[in-house]
Structure formats: structure tokens, C-alpha cells
């Protein structure tokens, strides 16, 4: 089983609409979670980081779920900006060496 | 611009010759990332520098690979007797000083797309 697991895509939806994506992990030690953001040809950047009690910026909500080793992201009301592929990440306790995940692909449509 | 800088951005070479890559980093952070990327994938962690100390290397780094960071400022990649299959973006990343939540973050830079012939 990979560390980090994410349904490669593409999702495809139109503008407007709500989506969400989830990212299984593997290793119950790990302690940072984030989510970033990453255009076609271009580096990934940080979208969020996902803390325990779920977190919200804007149109974006990222939650956390350590029992079933998961975290998710939403994304309201998207945008055509919106099409990119987005990233998990994970990182154990005691390392600093995250984990990617191979990333969903988004595609939002006019 | 004070990101994370990385060179060549483009480089294309014949299977054998060895090649080098420079990453500038974000001048505050002590911790330094190399990765590979190919098409479909996230990045593969490769290295990790914390200051001029190579702390981990992955499995995937073969002795072909190499990297420095000798004053713990910028570092260099250099892969000899270039394959093929060594043809992928590499992408340099560094992250912050201190403990908490904004240590974690990692700033990536554009990447050196490496071509192998």
C-alpha cells in the first residue's frame, strides 16, 4: 500500500459547482497534513495545511479524520482558476520528510 | 524576488554525460529538499540538507547522485553517467528555521527540467 493515496482524476466540473477530494494515509505516526497546489509545467505551492479541527480559507475547507487516516479538501463554488492538480502531503512525527501524494487532477468548465 | 531559485530551468544532455544543477534558497531557511517529479507523479523526496549536513538520503538516490549544500547556502545536484530514465523535473524546495506550523511549509522553486537523449 503507498503512503499517501489520491484518485488520480481528473475531476471535471463545471463553474460553480462544489468538489471534494480525498487523501488516505498510511502511517498512523503522522503529524502534518497539508494540501498544495499545483499548475500544469509549473512547482507545487501551499494551498493549506489541515489541521485537527478542520480548517476554512474562503471557498476552500480541509478536514482531518486521524481514525480512518484521511483528509479531505472542498472546494465551493469553483472556479475556472481552480483547474490545477492539488497535492496531499503528509509528513510523520519525528521527520521532516513529507510524502506526496501523486495528486487529483481538476478540470473546471465554463 | 527572494523565492527559491533553481538553474538551468531547462537542460538536455546525451546518456552518459554528467550534468549539475544549482537551488538557491529562501536565504532564512535552514532546510533544503531535492525532488524528482515525472509526468503523473507528485514529487519524490531524493535529499534532505538541514544547514551544510546531508541528514537523508532516499533509496531511490543511486550513487549516480550527488549532492552538496557546503556552506549551507545553496546546494548542487549533479547526476553522472546520465540514463534515460533519469529524464524528470527537479525540483528543489526549502522550509523554515524554527518549530512550529510555518517550519512545515515548503517553498518550492520552478524546478530544472532534465531531458536525457
Known amino acids: 500500500r503507498k503512503e499517501v493515496e489520491q484518485d488520480p482524476g481528473p475531476f471535471n466540473v463545471p463553474e460553480g459547482a462544489t468538489v471534494a477530494f480525498n487523501c488516505t494515509y498510511s502511517?498512523?505516526?503522522?503529524?502534518?497534513f497539508f494540501w498544495y497546489r499545483q499548475d500544469c509545467r509549473k512547482e507545487p505551492k501551499l494551498l493549506m495545511s489541515?489541521?485537527?479541527s478542520g480548517n476554512e480559507d474562503g471557498r476552500f475547507t480541509a478536514q482531518l479524520n486521524r481514525a480512518s487516516q484521511y483528509i479531505s479538501l472542498l472546494i465551493r463554488d469553483s472556479k475556472l482558476s481552480d483547474s490545477a492538480t492539488y497535492l496531499c502531503?503528509?509528513?510523520?512525527?519525528?521527520?521532516?520528510?513529507?510524502?506526496f501524494g501523486r495528486g487529483t487532477s481538476l478540470i473546471v468548465h465554463p | 524576488d527572494t523565492g527559491v531559485s533553481q538553474n538551468p530551468r531547462h537542460k538536455i544532455t546525451k546518456r552518459g554525460q554528467n550534468v549539475t544543477f544549482r537551488c538557491d534558497p529562501i536565504?532564512?531557511?535552514?532546510?533544503l529538499y531535492w525532488y524528482r517529479q515525472t509526468l503523473g507523479q507528485g514529487p519524490e523526496f531524493l535529499t534532505y540538507?538541514?544547514?551544510?549536513?546531508?541528514?537523508?538520503k532516499s533509496r531511490l538516490l543511486s550513487d549516480r547522485f550527488s549532492a552538496e549544500r557546503p556552506k549551507g547556502s545553496f546546494s548542487t545536484l549533479e547526476i553522472q553517467r546520465t540514463e534515460q530514465g533519469d529524464s524528470a523535473m527537479y525540483l528543489c524546495?526549502?522550509?523554515?528555521?524554527?518549530?512550529?506550523?510555518?517550519?512545515?511549509?515548503?517553498?518550492f522553486g520552478p524546478g530544472t527540467r532534465l531531458t536525457v537523449l
Open positions: 524546495a526549502s522550509s523554515g528555521t524554527s518549530g512550529g506550523a510555518s517550519a512545515d511549509t515548503q517553498y
Open positions: 540538507f538541514q544547514n551544510e549536513a546531508q541528514l537523508e
Open positions: 502531503v503528509v509528513r510523520p512525527g519525528g521527520s521532516y520528510i513529507p510524502t
Open positions: 536565504s532564512e531557511h535552514n532546510r
Open positions: 489541515v489541521y485537527s
Open positions: 502511517n498512523s505516526a503522522s503529524q502534518s
